[in-house]
């Protein structure tokens, strides 16, 4: 009876050890730094267009729930639908939208993905924090001089086309 517990966990653990070995750990450190960063930059440069375009902590309140959604709700779908389905619809485009991809790129790499969506959604990232870094500034720029004006998302697309 005992051999046939100790084969049984054996069994497991070798099965366990084969998925691991599976994993290209190289490709998925490499990944997370390359996201990483980038996903950082581009909320940061996010958080630094609010931030020139407020006067106060309250106005500042009112713009950073929607910036954040978009990655709580990454969060959230990735325990069960990303993991469920890495190669579903709803992973994939998730993969691509700039805002979203700093997550679920990451949760779908260890289940393999084409290097091509990887290659696709690192550069839609990267595009998409240089532009919103072009917008940052431009914003910085007409909200350094506009001082005691209150922002709204109407003003703040005014101040973008200046």
Not at 33 to 51: E, K, M, N, R
Not at 73 to 98: E, K, Q, R
């Given at each position: 009876?005992?051999?046939?517990?100790?084969?049984?966990?054996?069994?497991?653990?070798?099965?366990?050890?084969?998925?691991?070995?599976?994993?290209?750990?190289?490709?998925?450190?490499?990944?997370?730094?390359?996201?990483?960063?980038?996903?950082?930059?581009?909320?940061?440069?996010?958080?630094?267009?609010?931030?020139?375009?407020?006067?106060?902590?309250?106005?500042?309140?009112?713009?950073?729930?929607?910036?954040?959604?978009?990655?709580?709700?990454?969060?959230?779908?990735?325990?069960?639908?990303?993991?469920?389905?890495?190669?579903?619809?709803?992973?994939?485009?998730?993969?691509?939208?700039?805002?979203?991809?700093?997550?679920?790129?990451?949760?779908?790499?260890?289940?393999?993905?084409?290097?091509?969506?990887?290659?696709?959604?690192?550069?839609?990232?990267?595009?998409?924090?240089?532009?919103?870094?072009?917008?940052?500034?431009k914003i910085y720029r007409v909200g350094i001089l506009i001082y005691g004006k209150k922002a709204n998302f109407k003003e703040?697309?005014?101040?973008?086309?200046?």
């Amino acid at each position: 009876m005992a051999a046939m517990n100790q084969s049984a966990d054996t069994g497991l653990g070798f099965g366990t050890l084969q998925h691991l070995e599976s994993v290209n750990v190289t490709e998925i450190v490499i990944c997370f730094f390359l996201f990483f960063l980038s996903g950082y930059l581009l909320y940061s440069a996010i958080f630094a267009a609010v931030g020139s375009a407020v006067d106060s902590e309250t106005e500042a309140n009112q713009f950073t729930m929607p910036i954040t959604m978009p990655l709580l709700l990454t969060y959230v779908l990735s325990f069960g639908v990303i993991i469920n389905d890495p190669n579903g619809p709803i992973a994939t485009w998730l993969s691509f939208i700039p805002f979203t991809s700093p997550i679920a790129m990451l949760v779908r790499i260890p289940f393999g993905v084409p290097f091509w969506q990887i290659a696709v959604s690192l550069t839609i990232l990267i595009i998409t924090f240089l532009l919103v870094t072009w917008l940052a500034a431009k914003i910085y720029r007409v909200g350094i001089l506009i001082y005691g004006k209150k922002a709204n998302f109407k003003e703040i697309m005014k101040w973008i086309k200046y």
